[in-house]
């Protein structure tokens, strides 16, 4: 079995180590030449960051379970608390329950005000 595996589809992790490198705060790669700052900036559009620039915010998310007998569809409403790669957490002021939700069943966000959203997100083509 070949333990030196390496994969250059992921940026920011070292050759030698499989360690994920951090420098300044942003992910290094091996290669700077092939994962520079403009691989860093495309990432930046995610969900997850538009929802993490939303945090504290009142919104209603929208998932389908296509799966699930009872939950076919089903709605979240709670403040954002916080959001990762493939999930996302709100509480719910009414109830007090917090809800861990995944992103693969999330189909859209509902907001009663103006959504935060940065130009810094837009690459020029």
Known sequence: MNTNYYNPTYPGINQNTMEKTITGGNATSPNPNIYGDQMLNIEQSY???ILRLNRGKIATFYFSFPDSVDWRDKTFTGIIEAA??????ISDPNT???HLLLMIYLNYVDFEEKINYSDQYYLPR
Not at 84 to 89: A, E, F, K, P, S
């Open 47 to 49: 969900i997850e960051n």
């Open 84 to 89: 990762g790669r493939d999930h996302i957490i």
């Open 96 to 98: 007090g329950r917090w």
